[in-house]
């Protein structure tokens, strides 16, 4: 059985840190693009980083340079480091894997709590 099993969040002071992680398992094929979005209460789910094979990676704008996002092929997982976190960070954040010629695969989700 393909799954995603992530790990990580919990509740974070503003301007601290946290880091999510990702392992893919099971008969996962051929993993092109590994990610991970989030979604707030009453908003839309939003990508917030994204990595592909090569190691190029993508992220929206309110993350930049406080947010990075690494993948070991090896092990098929992805993480993202989270730091100086800010409350509009809270959200519940999902990995997400994108495979040649097989569905995408989602995380259960992880609740990340930004608050003093």
């Known amino acids: 059985q393909v799954q995603l099993v992530e790990s990580g969040g919990g509740l974070a002071q503003p301007g601290g840190s946290l880091t999510l992680s990702c392992a893919a398992s099971?008969?996962?094929?051929?993993?092109?693009?590994m990610g991970w979005y989030r979604q707030a209460p009453g908003k839309q789910r939003e990508l917030v980083a994204r990595?592909?094979?090569?190691?190029?990676?993508n992220y929206v704008d309110s993350v930049k340079g406080r947010f990075t996002i690494s993948r070991d092929n090896a092990k098929n997982t992805v993480s993202l480091q989270m730091n100086n976190l800010k409350p509009e960070d809270t959200a519940v954040y999902y990995c997400?894997?994108?495979?040649?010629?097989?569905?995408?695969?989602w995380g259960q989700g992880t609740q990340v709590t930004v608050s003093s």
């Open positions: 099971g008969s996962i094929g051929s993993i092109t693009t």
């Open positions: 990595i592909t094979r090569g190691g190029s990676t």
């Open positions: 997400n894997v994108e495979r040649y010629w097989s569905p995408e695969l």
